[in-house]
């Protein structure tokens, strides 16, 4: 499918589709304050909702606008954490604000439960795992902006090599346990979704500059107003640095949202995003030896580069027929392409062939790295469209309160792999030595009903179902270690059933959750079906997941929340190392368990004492178990899931404007591989990765009537110096230590 093609069938479904909704009522902002004092019903009934508005109410709702719409997994009420089935994390724009976070991972280093692995120091691709899940790529997590999935093919090939840049993200949701079951096609570890401006009501504008060490420039801008009854924002980014280790970057950001009504019932927003990045990512990393001599050695795959471009289009559409019965279609389409070129080398010495260049010691097997003169582009482009209508439906049968959730999406997604063989370093083409294409239609389908049974009992059981059709084909290969050309094609098809329940029970004050549901992941194309076009009956992922906890929000300065969690998978798919004999990327680590428990408390310190300024501490840790059962690796914890994690905060803001926060996070051991080996291999792909703390600083002023403002940032405060992975193929140090200052004004 080419780029013009897919863009043509996602206007043609646009228009096609006359009616779409999902909650008509407006919608606060995503709150940054506990939730409501006053207990409120656990669900309302149709009556409630159609009740006439006070005196002077009407005509407040008539001249107020039309809520934007978005689509949002945790929802958009007061208490909407407090109905979900499963422990759940809300981060609001005014914390993301206070943290001044240079990267996504910044912020999800926040959520309790979630593993957040470095990978160059510059934060351009997420690599984030969920309760002991490998971190590699995200591709073990659902990781979505605005509702719509951000991995390249979301059933295919579901990793992260473009990830949302932190300066569109607005607020952050996560949902883990049954509550993520209206979300697929990942429903293993969680959800998380990134939510984007919103177009405003009136004109305003922000204006932002920055820079730091090592070269490191952004810009930042964005504009929203009105034009009649339409609303919308335009948001831009220009970053640019010289990055860690000589990793040079530069990447730009364009968002534009158009939010409108489209009847007296319905309400559209229409999204559009481009993306693109390019920068010395490469996946040789440090061997033992030159990480022991100096860990800031500059890159020493200089000439590697990698380029991603992403262009995005969403459309959201609410219809409510009545106020008890709302419908949403929700119609997203996506293209991403992806150039990685890495010149060619060997770890030991091949005989007959003329090196470059040689890095390291030669005389030790493994500690030098043998660079060839050729290079080797991989070319790879993905489309992606998807179609989901969602109807909500509430309803009463004697005195239980019903809220009906029931959906179904079709999704086809294509990917176009080609792989070059370069005859100098640094050519971005060269002889194709590979070609494939896959495409995958997937169908799913989902009905969810929340249960209130009294004011306080909310019993939420629901299902989804999965289904994924593949193929393979493979134009030209050069298995046999010659190129050439071939017709080798493949089918494969998974079906998945995936039920769940989910309960929730007291107040908004104090409540107590748990639930059990089937998570899947289906198999990746590649896996699933042989270079040959043979159907590998690979088992899809599977996993049973049990939870239980409680939140808490009594008196008004506290808010916690306590989960414990088992996740008992019988396929799980870890990454491969050569100590495991694995020539792939991935390799069957078949049964795993997962177990351990996780927390959150935030104290409002300057609202419990009166004070005239905001002291708020934050505390968060989790303590995952999670090992191999049955098997070669019986008993060993799984590759990149440390037992232990905590992150915590303070910050403090004076009402003249001037704030201050120190950000505090911890990893635990890792080992890096299914042997749990400890001793550090000459190559350093091998060995423990040993724990790190990090400390982040940020100061900040902004004068009220001006809005101008000024910003101080200290990344890695303390200058650690820390192995941050072992993946790809060696030592990848994490960020060190960066300072950046910003100007900003804004008018809001």
Same mark, same amino acid.
């Given at each position: 499918?080419?780029?013009?093609?897919?863009?043509?069938?996602?206007?043609?479904?646009?228009?096609?589709?006359?009616?779409?909704?999902?909650?008509?009522?407006?919608?606060?902002?995503?709150?940054?304050?506990?939730?409501? +004092?006053?207990?409120?019903?656990?669900?309302?009934?149709?009556?409630?909702?159609?009740?006439?508005?006070?005196?002077?109410?009407?005509?407040?709702?008539?001249?107020?606008?039309?809520?934007?719409?978005?689509?949002?997994?945790?929802?958009? #009420?007061?208490?909407?954490?407090?109905?979900?089935?499963?422990?759940?994390?809300?981060?609001?724009?005014?914390?993301?604000?206070? #943290?001044?976070?240079?990267?996504?991972?910044?912020?999800?280093?926040?959520?309790?439960?979630?593993?957040?692995?470095?990978?160059?120091?510059?934060?351009?691709?997420?690599?984030?795992?969920?309760?002991?899940?490998?971190?590699?790529?995200?591709?073990?997590?659902?990781?979505?902006?605005?509702?719509?999935?951000?991995?390249?093919?979301?059933?295919?090939?579901?990793?992260?090599?473009?990830?949302?840049?932190?300066?569109?993200?607005?607020?952050?949701?996560?949902?883990?346990?049954?509550?993520?079951?209206?979300?697929?096609?990942?429903?293993?570890?969680?959800?998380?979704?990134?939510?984007?401006?919103?177009?405003?009501?009136?004109?305003?504008?922000?204006?932002?500059?920055?820079?730091?060490?090592?070269?490191?420039?952004?810009?930042?801008?964005?504009?929203?107003?009105?034009?009649?009854?339409?609303?919308?924002?335009?948001?831009?980014?220009?970053?640019?640095?010289?990055?860690?280790?000589?990793?040079?970057?530069?990447?730009?950001?364009?968002?534009?949202?158009?939010?409108?009504?489209?009847?007296?019932?319905? +309400?559209?927003?229409?999204?559009?995003?481009?993306?693109?990045?390019?920068?010395?990512?490469?996946?040789?990393?440090?061997?033992?030896?030159?990480?022991?001599?100096?860990?800031?050695?500059?890159?020493?795959?200089?000439?590697?580069?990698?380029?991603?471009?992403?262009?995005?289009?969403?459309?959201?559409?609410?219809?409510?027929?009545?106020?008890?019965? *709302?419908?949403?279609?929700?119609?997203?389409?996506?293209?991403?392409?992806?150039?990685? *070129?890495?010149?060619?080398?060997?770890?030991?010495?091949?005989?007959?062939?003329?090196?470059?260049?040689?890095?390291?010691?030669?005389?030790?097997?493994?500690?030098?790295?043998?660079?060839?003169?050729?290079?080797?582009?991989?070319?790879?482009?993905?489309?992606?469209?998807?179609?989901?209508?969602?109807?909500?439906?509430?309803?009463?049968?004697?005195?239980?309160?019903?809220?009906?959730?029931?959906?179904?999406?079709?999704?086809?997604?294509?990917?176009?792999?080609?792989?070059?063989?370069?005859?100098?370093?640094?050519?971005?083409?060269?002889?194709?030595?590979?070609?494939?294409?896959? *495409?995958?239609?997937?169908?799913?389908?989902?009905?969810?009903?929340?249960?209130?049974?009294?004011?306080?009992?909310?019993?939420?059981?629901?299902?989804?179902?999965?289904?994924?059709?593949?193929?393979?084909?493979?134009? *030209?290969?050069?298995?046999?270690?010659?190129?050439?050309?071939?017709?080798?094609?493949?089918?494969?098809?998974?079906?998945?059933?995936?039920?769940?329940?989910?309960?929730?029970?007291?107040?908004?004050?104090?409540?107590?959750?748990?639930?059990?549901?089937?998570?899947?992941?289906?198999?990746?194309?590649?896996?699933?079906?042989?270079?040959?076009?043979?159907?590998?009956?690979?088992?899809? +992922?599977?996993?049973?997941?049990?939870?239980?906890?409680?939140?808490?929000?009594?008196?008004?300065?506290?808010?916690?929340?306590?989960?414990?969690?088992?996740?008992?998978?019988?396929?799980?798919?870890?990454?491969?190392?050569?100590?495991?004999?694995?020539?792939?990327?991935?390799?069957?680590?078949?049964?795993?368990?997962?177990?351990?428990?996780?927390?959150?408390?935030?104290?409002?310190?300057?609202?419990?004492?009166?004070?005239?300024?905001?002291?708020?501490?934050?505390?968060?840790?989790?303590?995952?178990? #999670?090992?191999?059962?049955?098997?070669?690796?019986?008993?060993?914890?799984?590759?990149?899931?440390?037992?232990?994690?905590?992150?915590?905060?303070?910050?403090?803001?004076?009402?003249?404007?001037?704030?201050?926060?120190?950000?505090? #996070?911890?990893?635990?051991?890792?080992?890096?591989?299914?042997?749990?080996?400890?001793?550090?291999?000459?190559?350093?792909?091998?060995?423990?990765?040993?724990?790190?703390?990090?400390?982040?600083?940020?100061?900040?002023?902004?004068?009220?009537?001006?809005?101008?403002?000024?910003?101080?940032?200290?990344?890695?405060?303390?200058?650690?110096?820390?192995?941050?992975?072992?993946?790809?193929?060696?030592?990848?140090?994490?960020?060190?230590?960066?300072?950046?200052?910003?100007?900003?004004?804004?008018?809001?």
């Amino acid at each position: 499918m080419r780029p013009r093609t897919l863009l043509g069938s996602f206007f043609l479904l646009a228009c096609a589709t006359e009616a779409f909704a999902d909650e008509a009522k407006p919608a606060p902002p995503i709150p940054d304050a506990p939730p409501n +004092e006053a207990p409120a019903k656990a669900e309302p009934s149709p009556e409630d909702a159609s009740a006439k508005p006070k005196k002077g109410e009407a005509a407040e709702a008539q001249a107020a606008p039309p809520p934007v719409i978005e689509v949002s997994v945790i929802g958009r #009420s007061d208490d909407a954490l407090q109905k979900v089935p499963g422990s759940g994390t809300l981060i609001g724009a005014k914390e993301i604000r206070r #943290s001044m976070p240079a990267e996504t991972g910044e912020i999800l280093r926040r959520v309790p439960g979630l593993v957040v692995r470095p990978e160059e120091g510059l934060g351009l691709r997420l690599n984030v795992g969920m309760r002991g899940l490998d971190p590699t790529r995200s591709r073990q997590v659902l990781i979505l902006e605005d509702g719509m999935p951000v991995a390249i093919n979301p059933y295919g090939e579901p990793d992260l090599y473009y990830s949302t840049p932190v300066e569109r993200i607005r607020a952050v949701e996560v949902v883990k346990g049954s509550g993520s079951i209206l979300f697929g096609p990942q429903t293993i570890g969680g959800v998380v979704n990134f939510l984007t401006a919103l177009p405003p009501d009136k004109p305003e504008w922000s204006l932002e500059a920055q820079a730091g060490q090592r070269n490191y420039y952004k810009l930042s801008g964005l504009y929203g107003g009105t034009a009649g009854d339409a609303r919308y924002v335009l948001q831009f980014t220009r970053k640019q640095g010289d990055g860690f280790r000589n990793i040079e970057f530069h990447a730009t950001d364009f968002m534009g949202k158009i939010a409108f009504p489209t009847s007296a019932r319905g +309400e559209a927003t229409f999204k559009i995003a481009v993306y693109d990045e390019f920068s010395r990512s490469t996946y040789v990393g440090l061997t033992r030896r030159m990480f022991e001599l100096d860990p800031r050695t500059p890159s020493i795959a200089p000439h590697d580069g990698f380029n991603v471009r992403r262009y995005d289009a969403s459309l959201t559409h609410e219809y409510r027929f009545s106020e008890a019965t *709302r419908l949403r279609t929700f119609i997203y389409g996506y293209i991403t392409d992806r150039d990685w *070129r890495r010149q060619n080398y060997d770890r030991d010495a091949k005989p007959d062939v003329t090196y470059e260049r040689i890095v390291g010691d030669p005389s030790v097997s493994g500690a030098a790295v043998f660079f060839r003169n050729t290079s080797m582009v991989r070319d790879r482009d993905y489309q992606v469209l998807g179609i989901e209508p969602r109807v909500e439906h509430r309803f009463e049968t004697g005195r239980v309160r019903h809220t009906l959730t029931a959906g179904a999406r079709a999704h086809v997604e294509t990917a176009d792999r080609k792989q070059f063989q370069g005859d100098i370093v640094d050519t971005a083409a060269g002889n194709l030595q590979d070609r494939e294409h896959h *495409r995958t239609f997937a169908i799913a389908a989902y009905a969810q009903d929340r249960l209130a049974f009294r004011d306080d009992l909310l019993v939420t059981p629901g299902v989804r179902v999965e289904y994924a059709a593949n193929l393979r084909s493979v134009d *030209r290969t050069a298995e046999t270690g010659t190129s050439r050309d071939v017709t080798n094609r493949g089918t494969s098809d998974s079906l998945a059933v995936m039920p769940g329940i989910g309960m929730v029970y007291g107040t908004p004050k104090l409540n107590f959750f748990g639930g059990v549901h089937v998570g899947y992941a289906p198999p990746r194309v590649s896996a699933a079906i042989s270079p040959g076009g043979q159907d590998a009956q690979l088992d899809a +992922e599977e996993s049973t997941n049990y939870e239980i906890g409680m939140r808490l929000a009594r008196p008004k300065w506290i808010r916690a929340e306590v989960t414990g969690f088992i996740m008992s998978f019988r396929n799980q798919i870890v990454t491969g190392t050569e100590a495991s004999g694995q020539q792939s990327e991935l390799a069957n680590g078949g049964r795993t368990l997962h177990r351990g428990a996780e927390a959150q408390v935030t104290l409002g310190i300057g609202q419990a004492l009166s004070l005239p300024l905001a002291i708020d501490v934050t505390g968060r840790y989790t303590f995952s178990v #999670s090992t191999f059962r049955g098997g070669p690796f019986d008993g060993n914890r799984l590759p990149y899931a440390p037992l232990h994690t905590a992150s915590a905060t303070l910050d403090v803001e004076h009402r003249i404007g001037l704030g201050a926060q120190v950000a505090w #996070s911890y990893l635990s051991d890792q080992f890096a591989d299914e042997y749990n080996t400890v001793l550090v291999d000459p190559t350093g792909r091998l060995g423990v990765v040993p724990g790190y703390h990090l400390v982040d600083v940020a100061l900040r002023y902004r004068h009220a009537k001006t809005g101008l403002g000024a910003l101080l940032t200290v990344k890695n405060a303390l200058d650690q110096v820390f192995v941050a992975t072992r993946l790809p193929d060696g030592i990848q140090t994490g960020g060190f230590r960066q300072v950046n200052v910003g100007l900003r004004w804004d008018h809001r």
